[in-house]
């Protein structure tokens, strides 16, 4: 596991962590069974950095390793589409942690 | 606690047998008592010796609760609205059977005296009953006494129930005699049944009711905070997985009553005692942060749903100072606040669960 870059991942879970694995997904999806989008908007500092769009199957996990060096705060908004107004969860960190785990 | 009750009761054997004046039962069972007893310290002294220190918090505080009872001072005990105490119905139902079986029981010695008084078990079992009025005493007047006279009433009602059912017999008998008038006695004979059976009955249901596990630990049922078995879900054990997975083994975490023991057993963690103060007030503390530090916390693990439901067991957590006295729900605020603390990482959200990691935070000095 790098030490100087975060891992993201989708689980029942969101979740973010130095040198370990992050996770997001969502746990009422999954518990109904069915297919569900997601967005997942990444924030350093407050400002997006990053927007994914991905598409997850009952039970599946997704997980993607982000870049993250220097001194920022790093976070995670994943939205259930269609709704882009509330996040489902969300998880946050900093760049000192994430070098430093 | 089984081994100890086996050792009472052979030595209540051995009263009974010396009341009745037998010498035969008395001689085996107090060597069985005797043999038993050694035992049981054996195993305590040699292969168990932590015994002492985990059944140690139950009798301090039992003689806590007595000291503060005698002193005429607050006992400990639930307050009468906690939601410790059950459903009203539950409540109710407890106050009549526990009346109920107070009568019976003296009456049960009354025809013990009467009529067995030669018979060492049943005078055995007559002594024995004694026990009912101590885990009254225990479910009125110690803290978390509805479970210690749960978990007791397995044992007590042994010897109880016999003496309640000699009581019901004789005083049903009664009812049937008196008047000596035949007629009479046909006219009453229905109704000094059903007032018999529905006594029964509130006995055999109050068992069901009001025993242990409590009416908010049984399964199936939906979640309970502070609810033991109830506490526990998917949610719940899918953080655990994910903290072993993700932290490793044997880390430091705070955590409420619920998640305690699936954050151990699941997730492997060392979940501490004594957390109540990171979840109860409304910002960091230095002083919050110097407790973070003595007892070496590296995550939190926060369930929101504290703020929405009382403690089914009365506390929210491990050790709780608020036992049985918590009115309202936790204010979100205080469980939300660790967002905004300097240097806390909010590493996991499962939705109702969010996970901390404090190392490195505003609560070690960073």
Known sequence: MGRSQADVAATAAVAVLGCGAAAIGAPTANDQGS???????????GHVSATLNLTLGDGRTWQRTVPFTGQYTLAAYPYRLPDLTHPYRYVATNSTKVAGS | MTSFLLVATLGVITLGALFARDRAVAKWASIVALLSAGAFAAWIVFVAPSTVSYLQPVAAGALEALRALLAGGPTGAPSPTSAANGPLGNQALAAVA?????ALVPVGWWQVWRRYRRQAWIVALAIGSLSWYFIVAVRLFVPDGSEL?????????????????????RLTD??????????????RAPLVVAV?????????????VNGWPPYWERLPGPYQVAGVERSVGPEQIASADWA????????????????????GSYG???????????YTSPTFTQSAAQQV?????QYALVDRRLSDQLPASGGYFPIDPNFGEYKHPLPLADLTKFNHVPGVARIYDSGNIVIYDLNGSAYYGS
């Open chain 2, 174 to 187: 009664k009812g049937l005699r008196r008047p000596v008038i035949r007629a009479a006695v046909r006219r």
């Open chain 2, 196 to 208: 018999a059976v529905a006594g029964v009955l509130v006995l055999v249901f109050n068992g069901l």
């Open chain 2, 293 to 297: 530090q003595a007892l070496a916390i």
């Open chain 2, 149 to 169: 006279a749960g978990r007791a009433s397995t044992f007590v009602f042994v010897p109880a129930g016999f003496m309640a059912a000699l009581a019901v017999i």
């Open chain 2, 244 to 263: 072993l997975a993700a932290l490793g083994p044997g880390n430091r975490f705070a955590t409420d009553e619920g998640d305690y023991t699936v954050l």
């Open chain 2, 98 to 102: 526990v009346v109920l079986m107070s």
């Open chain 1, 35 to 45: 297919t569900t989008s997601y967005r997942l908007v990444l924030l350093r500092n």
């Open chain 2, 268 to 278: 492997d963690q060392n979940p501490v005692f004594g957390d109540a103060f990171l």
